[in-house]
């Protein structure tokens, strides 16, 4: 049994991530939304475009204004109204200004912005009552970006800022990564759809559609490929065909040391490369993890990459877990992320509760990451039975505390590091 942090670097090892030309596709920016940049972008427009004013007031000459107080005040000739939008015709001379708003260009010859808290207007005379420090509320051009330097890196993940900045660089087309195909197989005999009348002895396959909320919410495209019953034969053909449609395949059940557990040895005849048989964590100690060579998959979909297999634990608890803690990484890495977004993200808060472990495996128990009356973190635990059977109160789960091995027990107070499992779409 691996410890958990050694399976990890394993599976991050195996994963070989997007290639910038072979998996990129261009979208339109309306929809880039959590998709991930596969190249860097640049802008042909300086930011901002133009020297612009950032206050409504007066484009004046500091020249002229320097030295004038509310006794002495400088008095200039307003001789143009400069709205945002519109292309200043005058040049300021000595004695001159231009009455201008928040945003508006700069007009020639002026070189500093008087806001017009400061002034105080007579017709078309403006009188500044306090000497501006040179250049004030001027926004230079190119000062927020330089256009042809890169604006944003390759492996970003599209969220609002991004986009933001994307349209206003007038981005339309960007080249991102293309998702991760996942494929999701559920294996076991007693397992029937949620829409089928349950006969005594059957279970549903809950598996298979939190797989695929997993994988969606975590970037991916779920390909989902149904149940297979335990026969070596169906389960080998079933393996065979999810290798031609993913790039990387979740199968739950049927790797343990049952008797109707066959995983591991027709993964083995379709002659994938074994890496992982079980990891020393609580719940979800079974976990296979093997990948196909591009040479050994019967169908290939035109790429050499290895498609990466994880035999998961049939037991629902244990599925999402293991998702949770190994397949993220690894999904995230093969996505086209940036290293330091692979990684997942443990927190250090305080547990409110006590919390309780064989100490012979990493265990982890589930509850909520919540904020307490000073405004920090703290963990939770999920009410209700930690067996690895009851699936009813993972609902509502943001964060796994983590017992390291040796551990029994982390007292209410102790600090405690948390997994992070709530994931926004796309990120
Ligand atoms: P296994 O790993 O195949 O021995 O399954 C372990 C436990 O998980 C058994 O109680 C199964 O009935 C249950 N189980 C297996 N597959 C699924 C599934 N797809 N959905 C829900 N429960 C499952
Ligand atoms: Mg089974």
Redesign the pocket.
């Known amino acids: 049994m691996l410890p958990a942090k050694e399976a990890e670097s394993i599976i991050l090892s195996l994963v070989q991530p997007f290639d910038q030309q072979l998996d990129a596709q261009l979208v339109d920016l309306s929809a880039a939304t959590g998709r991930i940049l596969a190249s860097s972008v640049t802008s042909q427009w300086d930011f901002p475009h133009w020297d612009n004013s950032a206050m409504d007031g007066y484009a004046v000459r500091y020249a002229d204004v320097k030295s004038c107080n509310a006794q002495q005040p400088a008095v200039l000739q307003i001789i143009e109204e400069i709205s945002a939008g519109i292309e200043p015709q005058c040049r300021i001379q000595p004695g001159q200004a231009s009455r201008i708003f928040t945003g508006a260009c700069m007009p020639k010859g002026a070189d500093t912005v008087v806001m017009q808290e400061r002034t105080r207007r007579e017709e078309n005379r403006v009188f500044i009552l306090e000497a501006p420090k040179q250049q004030a509320f001027v926004r230079h051009r190119a000062s927020f970006y330089k256009a042809g330097e890169p604006l944003l890196q390759s492996g970003i993940t599209l969220n609002a800022p991004e986009i933001a900045v994307l349209a206003a660089a007038g981005c339309t087309h960007l080249p991102v990564y293309r998702r991760p195909r996942v494929a999701i197989l559920?294996?076991?005999n007693?397992?029937v759809t949620p829409d089928q009348p349950l006969q005594p002895g059957q279970?549903?396959?809950?598996?298979?559609y939190a797989l695929a909320a997993f994988v969606t919410l975590s970037g991916g495209v779920p390909v989902p490929l149904g149940?297979v019953r335990?026969e070596p034969e169906e389960l080998k053909s079933a393996i065979a065909q999810s290798l031609s449609s993913a790039d990387i395949v979740l199968s739950?059940?049927?790797?343990?040391v049952?008797d109707?557990?066959y995983v591991d040895r027709i993964l083995a005849e379709l002659g994938a490369q074994i890496h992982i048989r079980s990891v020393a964590v609580k719940p979800g100690k079974?976990l296979t993890v093997a990948t196909f060579s591009p040479l050994s998959q019967e169908v290939q979909g035109g790429s050499n990459r290895s498609v990466l297999y994880f035999g998961l634990?049939?037991?629902?608890v244990?599925?999402l877990v293991s998702c949770w803690r190994f397949v993220q990484p690894a999904l995230s890495k093969l996505s086209g992320l940036p290293q330091e977004g692979w990684r997942p993200v443990f927190v250090k808060v305080r547990s409110h509760h006590d919390l309780h472990s064989d100490g012979r495996r990493e265990t982890y128990l589930w509850g909520q990451l919540r904020l307490d009356a000073t405004g920090s973190y703290e963990f939770h635990l999920a009410g209700g039975s930690h067996s690895s059977?009851n699936?009813i109160n993972l609902a509502q789960t943001t964060g796994l505390a983590v017992v390291p091995v040796g551990q029994t027990l982390i007292s209410a107070g102790e600090p405690v590091q948390v997994l992070q499992v709530s994931s926004p779409l796309g990120s």
């Open positions: 559920s294996t076991g007693e397992l279970i549903v396959d809950s598996n298979q149940i335990d739950t059940g049927g790797v343990s049952g109707y557990d079974p634990p049939g037991n629902p244990s599925a059977g699936l």
